[in-house]
């Protein structure tokens, strides 16, 4: 997997986080509405592959790609 730029490291503050909220959280995305529909239509990747499940459960160590930009997963 090729990133085009840095990736930036995002700490959640826990040890899980599903994929919507961390797409608003991290500053990927503005609003739930908005992360449900560009997950549901494939232009997010968590570590590299395309995922279309919003309640995915992200973890320390993953990588969330949008538009772009790759931010990291940390508790």
Known sequence: MTTS???D???????MI???QFLKY???LDSGGDAKEV?????V???GEVDRR??????DGDLVTFEGRTVRVRP
């Open 5 to 7: 730029g840095p990736i």
């Open 9 to 15: 490291e995002i700490s959640i503050g826990g040890e």
């Open 18 to 20: 599903r994929l919507g």
């Open 26 to 28: 991290s500053g990927l």
């Open 39 to 43: 997950v549901i239509d494939g232009f």
């Open 45 to 47: 990747k968590v570590n």
């Open 54 to 59: 919003r309640g995915r459960q992200l973890h």
